[in-house]
C-alpha cells in the first residue's frame, strides 16, 4: 500500500498533539516552535476552512474556547479571522497570537525539519471540500521529493476525498472505540495507520493492525508511565499535549541504572 513503510520508518514514538499545547495556545505557530524546543520531531495539527476557503489550523468549530472571537469558525473569512488574538485565553504571555494558516504551517515545518500530521477537522457539511483544499495547499507548498505529511481524520467523506485525488498521499483513521467496522474501513479507505483513543487500545488490537503492517498512534497521553506500557505494548507514536515532559521521561528510562 502506498505510503506505508515511509510511514512506518518515519514516524517517532512522541507526537504533540496540536504544538506542545500543554505550555502554549493550541494550534498556533508558537506552540509548533515549542514542540521543536522540547525535543518533538513530529507535531499534529488541526486543520479547518474559513469562509472564503482557506485552509486554517483549529480544532473546534466556533471561536470563544481559543480565540477572542464569537460565532462559527465558517462564517468568517480570513482577513477577520486573522484579526483575532489566539493567544491570550492561555496566558499573556502569548497575546497576539494569530489563526495560522494551513500555508504558512507548513512552511515553519520546513524550517525547522518537522515531520507533520494533519488532522482534517471539517465544520459540519463541508468534509468534501475541506480534504480538496488540503490536498491543494499541500501540491502547491510541500517540496516535491520529500515525503508527504500524514493526512487523519475522523471524517469518512474526507478521506475518501483525499484517497481520490491524492492516493499518493498517506492517510490514517482516527477512531475511538476499535471495532471490526473500524478495521474494515481502513483497508476500504487505504489508509496506513490508525489512531485510536489511548482508553480503548489493546494489545490484540495492536498486534492485528502490526500484521498488516500499520502502525497504531494513541491520543492523548500525558503520563509518562502510562505511555512506557502503550509503547512496551506495541504502540508506535504517543499523541501528548506535553512532548518534553514524555521524552525526558522516556529517555530517563533507558539509562542504565533507571
Known amino acids: 500500500m502506498a505510503g506505508m513503510e515511509s510511514i512506518t520508518a518515519r514516524l517517532a514514538p512522541i507526537v ?9 495556545p493550541e494550534n498556533t505557530l508558537a506552540a509548533i516552535r515549542l514542540a521543536k524546543t522540547e525535543g518533538a520531531s513530529w507535531v499534529e495539527v488541526d486543520v479547518k476552512l474559513s469562509r472564503d476557503r482557506v485552509c486554517i489550523l483549529m480544532h473546534d468549530d466556533h471561536l470563544k474556547r481559543t480565540t477572542n472571537g464569537r460565532g462559527e469558525v465558517a462564517q468568517y473569512d ?18 497576539g497570537e494569530r489563526i495560522p494558516t494551513l500555508e504558512q504551517t507548513l512552511g515553519l515545518c520546513l524550517e525547522l525539519d518537522l515531520e507533520l500530521n494533519l488532522e482534517i477537522k471539517p465544520c459540519p457539511g463541508r468534509q468534501h471540500e475541506t480534504a480538496l483544499a488540503v490536498v491543494e495547499d499541500l501540491r502547491r507548498h510541500w517540496p516535491a521529493g520529500r515525503p508527504w ?7 469518512v467523506a474526507s478521506l475518501e476525498e483525499v484517497r481520490l485525488h491524492a492516493p499518493e ?7 475511538g472505540r476499535p471495532t471490526r467496522r473500524g478495521r474494515d474501513m481502513l483497508d476500504r479507505l487505504e ?16 498486534r492485528r493492525l502490526a500484521a498488516t503492517g500499520r502502525p497504531v498512534l494513541c491520543y492523548t497521553v500525558n503520563d509518562p508511565h502510562r505511555a512506557r506500557r502503550l509503547l512496551e505494548m506495541g504502540v508506535t507514536s504517543i499523541i501528548t499535549d506535553r512532548p518534553g ?10 539509562r542504565p541504572g533507571q
Not at 169 to 175: A, E, F, S, T, V
Open 16 to 24: 504533540a498533539h496540536r504544538g506542545a499545547s500543554a505550555a502554549a
Open 78 to 95: 480570513l482577513d477577520e479571522l486573522q484579526q483575532l488574538d489566539a493567544g491570550s485565553w492561555f496566558s499573556r504571555r502569548f497575546a
Open 149 to 155: 505529511p500524514l493526512i487523519s481524520s475522523f471524517a
Open 169 to 175: 498521499m498517506p492517510r490514517g483513521l482516527l477512531i
Open 191 to 206: 489508509c496506513v495507520t490508525l489512531h485510536c483513543d489511548a482508553r480503548r487500545v489493546s494489545r490484540d488490537l495492536v
Open 245 to 254: 515532559d514524555l521524552r525526558s521521561a522516556l529517555v530517563a528510562r533507558q
